[in-house]
T-cell receptor, first 114, second 116 residues
């Protein structure tokens, strides 16, 4: 299994809603990532988890809250989002958090905030 | 500070012709270079990487890239383009002087369009 699975594929939420994005991999990878991608732009790193511990937070607003319950799962909890947060949210994983490791990406969750 | 530039927003190629997608980089130490491809409504897929060794790197789907240290370039190439190669291509760089994957910097992306 060389897949990173993200659910849901599409999400529409209001600014007062609470929702969660989920990501799962069964490749034994110990590093997992959240990226945000606006249309026709490169992905922007949000968070990095290494061995289930948050290692990097790229100054992301607190309305985004990551969680790594175990080595296979990564969640992104959303609360009180703004319309400008609408984007494709990509989860990725790698064997370890190292400079020469390739990333495996999920297909993403297309989020629309109304 | 490290950076990567993809000078072309779009590259148009006829099927069967060779293709080149350009990438230049700037790092303070030794570069670690990657190419990823993104098909519509999908995540990114790894194509190839240069870490050290042979300057010509071969990757997935018949793609290759040539590392040129003097020109600080890492252009993506394919001898014969397919319509199915049409996608968005991202070059990415990481400076070996750092510690984690968190400093992987992506270029803005180049849209490749291959016409039959």
């Amino acid at each position: 299994d060389t897949e990173v699975t993200q659910t849901p594929k599409h999400l529409v939420m209001g600014m007062t809603n609470k929702k969660s994005l989920k990501c799962e991999q069964h490749m034994g990878h110990r590093a997992m990532y959240w990226y945000k991608q606006k249309a026709k732009k490169p992905p922007e790193l949000m968070f990095v988890y290494s061995y289930e511990k948050l290692s990097i937070n790229e100054s992301v607003p607190s309305r985004f809250s990551p969680e790594c319950p175990n080595s296979s799962l990564l969640n992104l909890h959303l609360h009180a989002l703004q319309p400008e947060d609408s984007a494709l949210y990509l989860c990725a994983s790698s064997q370890i958090d190292s400079f020469n490791e390739k990333l495996f990406f999920g297909s993403g969750t297309q989020l629309s905030v109304l | 500070a490290q950076s990567v530039a993809q000078p072309e927003d779009q590259v148009n190629v006829a099927e069967g012709n060779p293709l080149t997608v350009k990438c230049t980089y700037s790092v303070s130490g030794n570069p670690y270079l990657f190419w990823y491809v993104q098909y519509p409504n999908r995540g990114l897929q790894f194509l190839l990487k240069y870490i050290t060794g042979d300057n010509l790197v071969k990757g997935s789907y018949g793609f290759e890239a040539e590392f040129n240290k003097s020109q600080t370039s890492f252009h993506l190439k394919k001898p014969s383009a397919l319509v199915s190669d049409s996608a968005l291509y991202f070059c990415a760089v990481r400076d070996a002087n750092g510690g984690s994957q968190g400093n992987l910097i992506f270029g803005k992306g180049t849209k490749l369009s291959v016409k039959p």
